[in-house]
């Protein structure tokens, strides 16, 4: 969720929904039922996250760039690997371990009822 002022947190999430519209607007356009819808979006987040090479992503699918992060080895038999990426940030000042910011989202993660 977006911080109030700040249009650039959505900035990744517009960019995948377009892309998919893209590609997909034709198939779901044709589809009759919501099972239809489900499972065309389903195969396009596959095809997003699993075969979508990416240039940026040491040319990877996003699954394959986030196994090579974590493990440290590159997926592909080439004669130059790349080097394993170092983070710019630590997880603490990107805000891991820390309470959400939305009071909201906590209350809804738990099940509780949301309240104003």
Known sequence: MSRKGNCWDNAPQESFHGHMKDHISEKVAACTEFLEVKAIVDDYMDYY????????????????????????VYPLDIPNKPELPVPSKSAEELGAGTESRD?????????Q???E
């Open 49 to 72: 996250n699993s075969r979508r090479y990416q240039w940026e992503l040491a040319k990877l699918a996003p699954n394959e760039f986030y196994q090579f992060y974590t493990t440290g």
């Open 103 to 111: 009071s909201t989202l906590d209350a809804s993660a738990s099940g």
């Open 113 to 115: 009822p949301l309240t």
